[in-house]
């Protein structure tokens, strides 16, 4: 991997959870493989009062908990001790626009002390309320100016509410700050197996020329979780699964499964493509909301012998709340790709397995030669990209059974990526880190299509809010949602596949 140039890190919010679990063990994974700058610091910014000293123990602590290669590194202990060093912390109120001229200089000298040529990176692991606040005050002191060095600011999701505060929170960046120097992070885009979508459609010659509405019947993709809000539920309730996980991660996946080749792999190209996609969806109207999508709210249920509880019941949940753990809806891409083509998305919580993963169903043949079989007919052959877990592609397809006759069955024909056992496959954050390092925004979200994304999520939530008699419609935690998702399927021999925690063998066991 390519070393980026020398730089500092600053990390807003380097007191939270985010930081200790995530973020530091992941730049240690990125030490432990050598391919940090010579010249590197990370400088914590937080309003807890720690030392470098409480600071570098506390993230030593996380790093030997959460970093993937402490266990495979022979010397632990040594590179751990060399590269806590590179940590330092600092005490600020960054509500408080007069002590970043204290900030300012704590930074400059920590730069001329380690050599970095000014060149920063600051990362926002804060509440949404700061992120218009933080990079203002840091432009008032002139840290937004790429005179002396190069300034990056990385913004953790969610971009904004709706389509409205999405809006207004990329036109202040923008007063400040260049497209091109703002990262707007979605760990999704660092998934190895979000990118590989990529990689099976254009570097295949049995995949691209049948990714169309010529050849495929229709799409679907499914994030389930199988566990509740727990803890969350304060915050839930003011997101819902719909901002949660359709308008972003769903939504981005849908756009990579069905982007046009880009001209070339790089940033520009590649986001020109997903942006758009976004753009042709075809709009819901607001009074057609309840037609397209379906949303559910979990409850009481019994799992494996244990009562689990249901939404309403969870901690800082509204009793009458209406705010959906269930989303599942059909939508069209208007191009001349995917014309008549239904895009069908689904995600929720307490589902009977955690799983994410991308189904293109292929079309049957034209002709009936096996029409009395209905192992065949009623299962067209399918291609599934898992996600998570198992991560992987299963290709199903028709076989004869042996012995007399033309008895066709499915069969599953399948890839590991755990089977690149030579690999180590990087955590999504140290992916997303090591790109902004460099400079690479190919896998971050750029700010149209953010807002692109929000404008086709308006209606739905303009719906919601307004019509009271659009249901939300219970499930038992641990089923696969409402039964009515089904009706979205037009076709009555069609309807979701349930996948298992497993990939292959779906047909002759499942995991749960």
């Not at 700050?177 to 660092?190: A, P, S, T, V, W």
């Not at 929720?348 to 292929?362: A, D, Q, S, W």
């Amino acid at each position: 991997m390519r070393k980026p140039e020398n730089h500092i890190l600053v990390i807003f919010g380097a007191s939270g959870d985010l930081t200790h679990r995530k973020l530091i063990p992941a730049i240690f994974d990125l030490y432990i493989k050598d391919t940090l700058p010579e010249k590197f610091a990370i400088l914590g910014v937080g309003r807890t009062s720690f030392t470098d000293e409480e600071f570098r123990k506390r993230m030593g602590e996380g790093i030997e908990t959460f970093a993937s290669m402490v266990k495979a590194s022979s010397n632990k202990a040594e590179k751990l001790k060399s590269f806590v060093k590179k940590l330092y912390y600092t005490s600020l109120n960054t509500k408080n626009a007069e002590d970043y001229n204290g900030f300012k200089s704590t930074l400059l000298n920590l730069d001329k002390e380690t050599g970095t040529g000014e060149n920063f990176i600051f990362y926002l692991a804060t509440p949404p309320s700061m992120y218009t606040v933080i990079p203002e005050n840091l432009a008032k002191q002139g840290l937004n100016s790429e005179n002396t060095g190069f300034k990056r600011l990385i913004v953790e999701k969610p971009f904004g509410y709706d389509l409205e505060s999405a809006q207004k929170l990329n036109n202040h960046l923008l007063k400040d700050y260049k497209e091109d120097q703002i990262y707007r992070i979605d760990h999704y885009l660092g998934k190895e197996t979000v990118q590989n979508l990529l990689v099976t459609r254009f570097s295949n010659g049995i995949f691209e020329p049948l990714w169309n509405r010529n050849y495929v019947s229709h799409v679907e993709i499914t994030s389930a979780e199988s566990i509740g809000v727990g803890s969350r539920g304060g915050y839930y309730e003011g997101s819902g699964a719909l901002r949660d996980m359709l308008q972003n991660h769903l939504l981005l996946l849908a756009s990579l499964v069905s982007m046009e080749p880009p001209a070339i792999i790089d940033s520009n190209s590649i986001r020109n493509e997903i942006v758009k996609v976004l753009q042709s969806i075809r709009p819901i109207k607001e009074d057609e909301v309840d037609k397209h999508v379906i949303r559910g709210q979990y409850m009481p249920s019994t799992i494996k012998g244990v009562k689990v509880k249901g939404y309403r019941e969870e901690t800082g949940v509204n009793p009458e709340s209406r705010t959906e753990t269930y989303v599942a809806m059909k939508f069209f891409i208007d191009n001349m790709r995917w014309a008549g083509v239904p895009f069908f998305i689904r995600t929720g919580k307490m589902l009977p397995t955690r799983v994410t993963e991308v189904v293109i169903h292929f079309k049957q043949t034209p002709h009936h030669l096996f029409a009395g079989n209905t192992a065949i007919t009623n299962n067209q052959n399918q291609l599934v990209i898992r996600i998570q877990p198992d991560e992987g592609l299963l290709l199903k397809f028709g076989m004869k059974v042996p012995g007399s006759g033309f008895n066709v069955q499915n069969v599953n024909m399948d890839f590991h990526y755990a089977d690149l056992s030579e690999k180590e496959l990087p955590s999504a954050y140290e992916r997303l880190l090591h790109d902004c390092m460099l400079g690479d925004s190919t896998l971050y979200s750029r700010g149209d299509a953010v807002e692109a994304a929000w404008k086709f999520i308006k209606p739905i939530q303009d719906a919601w809010e307004k019509d009271r008699n659009i249901s939300v419609h219970g499930y038992p935690a641990g089923t696969w949602g409402p039964d009515i998702a089904d009706n979205l399927f037009e076709d009555p021999h069609l309807s979701w596949r349930y996948p298992c925690k497993n990939l292959a063998n779906d047909g002759n066991y499942c995991e749960l």
